[in-house]
């Protein structure tokens, strides 16, 4: 009697264990609510240090780069300084901007570069080793950031992520997992072991990582400035690495490099302004477009991730995708028709062929002609400080980890996004894109890309900061969780934690998440004539939404270690 009275309570307390730690893990369907400011990022440790940044009186750029170079620590596998990215920028006044701190090709680098002598790709070139990395932007572009707009002196922004990197951080389960998985990866592309990511039992949730040369470089860059990373003891390295590896990044690459101002892409959805990055990125143009293309349907109605908004919203994809890979790259190098591919008609136009039964086929969708009216690592970040002025930043190394070359001495991580150019026409990039001339490689062109930054007004005032991280993924990841809440009437956090499906023309498939549909409309979506690919999580959304009240909540994306932190 004994026993089984024993084995009986066993049971039920087991029982109750796995019901708490199945709670435990069970997202928030309400975000972090602030009365003042928050930033919401990757990780919880890069968050705080921009709370902090907030609370000494910093605006929100200052915060931006202080979360930018915190990142590049506690989060290598895409926050840092040997990649690029783009910020977004609205003051409380209204006044918009747009940073583009995208790589750039080497000077050396040609169309040609990563094929063989029968014009055929050669596998993993673009994506593993040194002549995957383009010329790095993210240190020029905070300090352009900064020039223009920052507040703080630049020695306490960068500071904190000396600190982490000096006196180490705690690793969470899912750093721990990403680091064991590349262990092999870091062995076989590196000249010189980086002795600081390798760890020959693994790494596990709750070990210390010390990042002592990365801590030697920040202050170098907090000491000299600019030249501290494109100039002097880092660049010497940097150039030395690319000789051991066979790279082609020259010391007149990091010297010719500049990020630069862009005029955001500004468009209207209802009743809302959208605010968004320009070419080199798709995402602005892309988002739009999708935008104007679902407006004249009723998706409210329809209903959440039923069959028929998706198969509206695949639609639009499927579409706007095939414009992609056409018309957009680098407005430097090629005439992109921004204002034309951003037209209400043309886009009503692009969806004249749907129809409501049936998938149309992407062999039978191809760009658009838009006629003259008389652009899987990434990490991104949401700020909004105490006066209303907001950032959104999402920042890359392309690949998880890069091209998981470090230089050696220097203890950061070079990107691969070389692979975002169109290696050769029609071929697809490591997130199934394809591309043709707008984005073929030149010497100093930056690469396309997929990275959507994105903030939005309502009755011209902040509503919304938002974006994610996700390759090609990000935008259609962007335009749910905007649907999500204007659409849906989701708050921040529900919006972010609703499932996610993707499609981007070719392959000719929804991507989709495990809970993105239930049975019935997985069965009438393929009754219509969609393919439905089951995959694991889909972005990384970290947004932050005005409340009524004039609050902030805060939106972290449950697939990750992504924190909101405010006050």
Same mark, same amino acid.
């Given at each position: 009697m004994k026993t089984s009275l024993?084995?009986?309570?066993?049971?039920?307390?087991?029982?109750?264990?796995?019901?708490?730690?199945?709670?435990?893990?069970?997202?928030?369907?309400?975000?972090?609510?602030?009365?003042?400011?928050?930033?919401?990022?990757?990780?919880?440790?890069?968050?705080?240090?921009?709370?902090?940044?907030?609370?000494?009186?910093?605006?929100?750029?200052?915060?931006?780069?202080?979360?930018?170079? !915190?990142?590049?620590? =506690?989060? +290598?596998? !895409?926050?840092?300084?040997?990649?690029?990215?783009?910020?977004?920028?609205?003051?409380?006044?209204g006044f918009t901007d747009c940073l583009d701190f995208r790589e750039k090709a080497p000077l050396a680098g040609g169309r040609d570069m990563f094929l063989d002598e029968n014009k055929d790709v050669v596998d993993d070139l673009s994506t593993r080793g040194h002549?995957?990395?383009?010329?790095?932007?993210?240190?020029?572009?905070?300090?352009?950031?900064?020039?223009?707009?920052?507040?703080l002196p630049f020695s306490q922004l960068i500071q904190p992520a000396i600190d982490l990197a000096a006196k180490g951080f705690v690793l969470t389960e899912k750093e721990a997992e990403g680091l064991n998985e590349n262990q092999e990866e870091f062995m076989e592309?590196?000249?010189?072991?980086?002795?600081?990511?390798?760890?020959?039992?693994?790494w596990k949730a709750g070990d210390t990582i010390y990042m002592e040369d990365l801590a030697k470089t920040l202050t170098l860059i907090r000491e000299q400035g600019r030249d501290g990373f494109y100039g002097g003891e880092t660049a010497a390295n940097l150039l030395a690495e690319m000789e051991r590896g066979g790279g082609i990044i020259a010391q007149e690459d990091l010297d010719r490099y500049e990020a630069v101002f862009?005029?955001?892409? =500004?468009?209207?959805?209802?009743?809302?302004?959208?605010?968004?990055?320009?070419?080199?990125?798709?995402?602005?143009?892309?988002? =739009?477009?999708?935008?104007?293309?679902?407006?004249?349907?009723?998706?409210?109605?329809?209903?959440?991730?039923?069959?028929?908004t998706a198969h509206v919203m695949v639609e639009a994809e499927r579409r706007v995708y095939a414009d992609r !890979?056409?018309?957009?790259?680098?407005p430097d190098f090629y005439a992109v028709p921004l204002h034309e591919l951003i037209n209400d008609a043309y886009n009503e136009s692009r969806m004249e062929s749907f129809t409501a039964e049936n998938a149309t086929p992407s062999d039978q969708v191809s760009a658009g002609d838009p006629a003259p009216v008389e652009t899987m690592e990434t990490t991104h970040f949401s700020v909004v400080d105490a006066r209303g002025n907001a950032v959104a930043v999402t920042t890359t190394l392309n690949g998880g980890y890069g091209s998981k070359v470090v230089v050696a001495g220097s203890g950061f991580l070079l990107n691969n996004e070389m692979d975002d150019f169109s290696i050769k026409p029609g071929f697809p990039n490591m997130f199934g894109?394809?591309?043709?001339?707008?984005?073929?490689?030149?010497?100093?062109?930056?690469?396309?890309?997929?990275?959507? +930054?994105?903030?939005?007004?309502?009755?011209?005032?902040?509503?919304m900061v938002v974006g994610t991280p996700g390759g090609s993924t990000i935008i259609t990841s962007v335009f749910q969780t905007i649907l999500n809440v204007i659409v849906h009437e989701m708050g921040m956090q529900a919006a972010v934690n609703a499932g996610r499906f993707h499609h981007q023309w070719k392959p000719d498939?929804?991507?989709?998440?495990?809970?993105?549909?239930?049975?019935?409309?997985?069965r009438v979506l393929e009754k219509m004539g969609h393919t439905i690919v089951n995959r694991d999580e889909i972005g990384r959304v970290d947004a932050i939404l005005v409340l009524p009240d004039g609050r902030l909540e805060g939106g972290a994306d449950p697939r990750g270690d992504d924190r909101a932190a405010g006050y």
């Open positions: 024993l084995l009986f309570f066993l049971f039920l307390f087991f029982s109750c264990t796995e019901k708490i730690a199945e709670q435990a893990v069970e997202p928030p369907a309400v975000g972090l609510i602030a009365d003042s400011a928050m930033v919401v990022s990757a990780h919880p440790l890069a968050s705080q240090v921009g709370v902090d940044i907030l609370q000494q009186g910093g605006n929100a750029v200052d915060a931006a780069i202080a979360v930018q170079f !915190a990142l590049a620590v =506690v989060y +290598p596998g !895409a926050g840092n300084i040997g990649g690029g990215g783009f910020m977004v920028i609205r003051e409380n006044d002549l995957a990395a383009g010329v790095p932007g993210t240190v020029d572009g905070m300090f352009r950031a900064y020039e223009k707009y920052g507040s592309h590196n000249t010189e072991k980086p002795a600081f990511l390798l760890k020959e039992e693994g862009r005029e955001p892409i =500004v468009a209207s959805y209802e009743d809302y302004k959208i605010i968004s990055m320009p070419p080199p990125s798709s995402g602005g143009v892309a988002l =739009v477009q999708l935008l104007q293309s679902i407006e004249d349907f009723s998706i409210d109605t329809m209903g959440h991730n039923t069959a028929a !890979a056409t018309h957009l790259g680098d894109l394809v591309g043709g001339e707008a984005n073929a490689i030149v010497p100093e062109k930056r690469m396309l890309s997929s990275m959507t +930054p994105t903030i939005i007004e309502k009755d011209d005032k902040l509503f498939s929804i991507f989709a998440e495990p809970h993105a549909f239930d049975e019935e409309t997985t």
